[in-house]
């Protein structure tokens, strides 16, 4: 690659150098549970003390875990009765003034962290009060809380974070801003490169295969795996928190036909608008196919206005890829900055699941498909990806990674535009081996911790579900999680069980993330080797 060929340092080395780097930061930087200036925080409580009119103070002592603080004082007449006598009562926002004051801080907090459980005294006319103060989900609560924090929010170190995660989100939107031009020239310049369109079917169908297969792969060794660790018996879930994401209300029925409506835009320009993959991808095979059927002049004509305009994307792309290093950095100095770290030991067994079955799919049947299918080495061709797969762990977005990816697969592995601009870009959207595991395996995580063994019949349903919820699921960050909750709908748990596991789903987002964009290169490879077609391509 030409930016190579400038610093002398390859460019998957400057990543890992960059991806080592911010985590390092990013723990060293660890704002931890607290970290609102102590200053702040009690000129913010004697401003409230004296808009109502007591001596209440606070004294934070510790924070881990969480639930939500709506569960508890769900009505103003509920917190009117929880508080001590002779206290203010409740403010305009439904809590009492000290209340507020404490939870603008926890506010803070769960922004980063995702939840928080705040135990601390509270001084009522001089005579503390122990009280736990416990809050979901940032997203949750109300909107004058967040402002609060936007203001208020304090601290170097949260700053250091919030900076990290603004460069890394510069660098997606860099990304993101060329995906969709890139997509349309790669897919048009592909296909229309086609001498006769038979060819183009034959792929078409091996790469759905191919996906069907991998995804039901990944799934059995998430199932195998899972119940071999069990992680779930005796895992001491919560009931009943109240951070239920969206996208519960979809059914399977529901998520199929919109898979096939996406497919035919009824306007191609509202797709390109607002970056509609899938219905992207089948018009430009149309357009594609259509330009090699009408051939002579016209097909001439836009074949090299199309090859033109896809020089121009991969040169932008290029450029844009030489600032993978810095994204990464950014990204896993917020990633590793902003995690709290004391959930990591309630769902250690979980993620060792997660972690395994990852292992175990993308370090050995993968290779074992790019061996004897593709009939590649996978270590070369692993090494090929190595930029891709990094910055889809750092940035955990496939959509994301994609104009990179698409990139390695040409660039450094060597396989032909016309196959990659297809499998791609389609896979990108609904061929995600990661998610479609992490799925299983999260799912009978918390079957197991409510109702210990899980039936076989259950587990297929799970299987079933999983593959539809991977195949719906978009290329963005957390995109899996939220559609676990048609496959908890589907065996009938809450989904509310959901809430214990958002703590660490970034870590694990970022694994899976890396597997789906592994399984889509593979794919690219294991095409190109079957791929007899050469012959076809116009020169
Ligand atoms: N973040 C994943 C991706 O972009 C999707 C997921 O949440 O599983 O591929």
Same mark, same amino acid.
């Given at each position: 690659m030409s930016d190579e060929k400038q610093t002398g340092m390859p460019l998957h080395f400057r990543i890992l150098i960059a991806l080592v780097i911010g985590t390092v930061v990013g723990i060293a930087i660890n704002p931890g549970a607290i970290n609102l200036p102590d200053e702040q925080i009690a000129a913010e409580l004697e401003i409230q003390a004296n808009e109502s009119g007591t001596d209440q103070t606070v004294d934070i002592k510790e924070s881990t875990g969480f639930e939500s603080i709506r569960r508890r004082f769900q009505s103003r007449e509920k917190l009117n009765a929880a508080? &001590?006598?002779? %206290?203010a009562g409740v403010t305009a926002s439904g809590f009492p003034a000290s209340m507020i004051a404490v939870t603008e801080r926890a506010v803070h907090i769960v922004e980063a962290a995702g939840s928080i459980t705040i135990d601390y005294t509270r001084k009522h006319n001089g005579q503390p009060v122990a009280t736990t103060l416990k809050v979901g989900a940032a %997203? #949750?609560? &109300?909107e004058h809380w967040r402002e609060f924090h936007s203001k208020h929010g304090g601290g170097t170190k949260r700053m250091l974070s919030a900076v990290a995660k603004y460069g890394g989100d510069l660098f997606l939107r860099l990304l993101k801003m060329i995906t969709v031009p890139l997509i349309v020239t790669s897919l048009i310049t592909g296909v229309a =490169?086609?001498?006769?369109?038979s060819s183009f079917g034959a792929m078409f169908s091996r790469t759905l295969i191919y996906y069907g297969i991998t995804s039901m792969l990944a799934i059995t060794t998430g199932l195998l795996i899972v119940n071999l660790v $069990?992680? =779930?018996?005796g895992a001491d879930l919560p009931g009943g928190t109240e951070a239920v994401l969206a996208g =519960?209300? $979809?059914t399977l029925s529901g998520i199929l036909l919109g898979l096939i409506d996406n497919m035919i835009p009824t306007n191609p320009l509202l797709a390109l608008v607002d970056s509609n993959f899938l219905s992207i991808i089948t018009f430009s095979i149309i357009f594609g196919v259509f330009i090699v059927r009408t051939g002579g002049e016209t097909a001439r004509v836009l074949r090299e206005f199309f090859q033109a305009t896809f020089d121009v994307m991969m040169r932008l792309t290029m450029a844009i890829i030489s600032l993978a290093p810095l994204g990464v950095f950014c990204f896993m100095v917020y990633a590793t900055s902003s995690q709290?770290?004391?959930i990591f030991g309630t769902l250690a067994w979980y993620m060792l699941a997660v972690f395994l079955a990852l292992a175990v799919h993308a370090g050995i049947t993968l290779p074992l498909i790019v061996k004897f299918? !593709?009939? *590649?080495s996978p270590v070369e061709f692993a090494r090929a990806m190595s930029p891709a797969l990094m910055t889809a762990f750092s940035t955990a977005s496939s959509n994301g990674t994609l104009p990179l990816t698409m990139t390695c697969v040409e660039? *450094? !592995?060597?396989? &032909?535009n016309r196959i990659s601009s297809f499998v791609l870009p389609l896979g990108a959207t609904i061929n995600m081996d990661g998610t479609a595991l992490y799925e299983a395996v999260a799912v009978l995580f918390i079957a197991q911790a409510y109702h210990g063994d899980v039936s076989i019949a259950s587990q297929i349903v799970v299987a079933i579900t999983a593959l539809l919820a991977s195949v719906g699921a978009? =290329?963005?960050?957390?995109a899996g999680l939220v559609m676990m909750a048609i496959v908890l709908q589907a065996v009938n748990l &809450?989904? #509310? !069980? $959901?809430g214990i596991i958002i703590a660490v789903d970034r870590v694990l987002d970022m694994c899976r993330t890396s597997v789906n964009v592994w399984s889509d290169s593979c794919g690219c490879a294991v095409i190109a080797g079957m791929d007899n077609s050469a012959s076809d391509v116009v020169e």
């Open positions: 508080l &001590p006598q002779g %206290s %997203s #949750e609560l &109300p =490169g086609l001498n006769n369109t $069990q992680p =779930g018996i =519960g209300e $979809q709290g770290l004391a299918v !593709a009939k *590649r660039e *450094r !592995a060597n396989v &032909p978009a =290329g963005i960050p957390h &809450p989904l #509310e !069980a $959901q």
